[in-house]
C-alpha cells in the first residue's frame, strides 16, 4: 500500500495544481471560483471531484498501511515509524487546509472551531490563534494563508516520504513471512506488477464507484 500512497499523492499534487489555476484565495471570490471552475471550465468538474474522492482513497490507504505496520510491529525500526507518522500529521493537516478552501458555511466554522482548539495551549493559546487568523477572527488573512500553506504541504510531504522510503531501505520492510535478505525476490516484476494491478483496480473504483 506504500506505492499506492506515493501514486495518490503525486495524483492529488498534478489535479491541485490544475484546481489552482483557477482558484481564487479570497472570501469574496473563492466559492464562486470553486463554482466556475465547476461548470464553466471544460473538464473542471471532472478535476474537483478527482481531487476531493482521491484525497479519501489517499487516507483509505494510508489507514491500512498504518494497520498493517501495527500488525507487523513496523513500529520497532523506530526512525521509519517516526517519518511515516509525521508524513500521517502533516496529510492530516494538509486535508484540513484543503477542507476550508471553498469557504462555504461547513469551511468557515471547521477554520473557526478547528483553530480555536489551539487556545487552549497554556499562556500563548490566544496569540497562537490570532496570528493563525492573521487577526481576531477567521477573515480573508486566513483563508490566504490557508491556501498557500495547501499548496505548500505536499511538497514538504513528498520530502518526507524520500526520507521514509531512505529509513525503510537501510532498516528492510516488514513482511508476513519473515523473510531475510538472502531470500528476497527482485522488485520487478514480482512487487511491480502487483503495485500497477493495484493503482489500476483502486483508479477504477476512484472513477465509477
Not at 500500500?1 to 482558484?23: C, D, N, P, R
Not at 477573515?139 to 522510503?165: D, E, K, Q, W, Y
Amino acid at each position: 500500500f506504500g506505492s499506492l500512497l506515493g501514486v495518490y499523492l503525486i495524483f492529488q499534487i498534478v489535479t491541485g495544481l490544475f484546481l489552482a489555476f483557477h482558484f481564487s484565495g479570497d472570501v469574496m471570490l473563492s466559492f464562486f471560483s470553486v463554482i466556475h471552475m465547476t461548470r464553466d471550465v471544460d473538464g473542471g468538474w471532472l478535476i474537483r471531484v478527482l481531487h476531493s474522492n482521491g484525497a479519501s482513497m489517499f487516507f483509505l490507504f494510508m489507514y491500512v498501511h498504518i494497520g498493517r505496520g501495527i500488525y507487523y510491529g513496523s513500529y520497532c525500526m523506530k526512525k521509519t515509524w517516526m517519518s511515516g507518522v509525521s508524513i500521517f500529521l502533516l496529510s492530516m493537516i494538509t486535508a484540513f487546509l484543503g477542507y476550508v478552501l471553498p469557504w462555504g458555511q461547513m469551511s468557515f466554522w471547521a477554520a473557526t472551531v478547528i483553530t480555536n482548539l489551539l487556545s487552549a495551549v497554556p499562556y500563548v493559546g490566544v496569540m497562537l490563534v490570532e496570528w493563525v487568523w492573521g487577526g481576531y477572527a477567521v477573515s480573508n488573512p486566513t483563508l490566504t494563508r490557508f491556501f498557500a500553506f495547501h499548496f505548500i504541504v505536499p511538497f514538504v510531504i513528498v520530502g518526507f516520504m524520500v526520507i521514509h522510503l531512505v529509513f525503510l531501505h537501510e532498516t528492510g520492510s516488514s513482511n508476513p513471512l519473515g523473510i531475510g535478505g538472502w531470500d528476497k525476490v527482485s522488485l520487478h516484476p514480482m512487487f511491480s506488477v502487483k503495485d500497477v494491478v493495484g493503482v489500476v483496480i483502486s483508479g477504477f473504483f476512484l472513477v465509477f464507484v
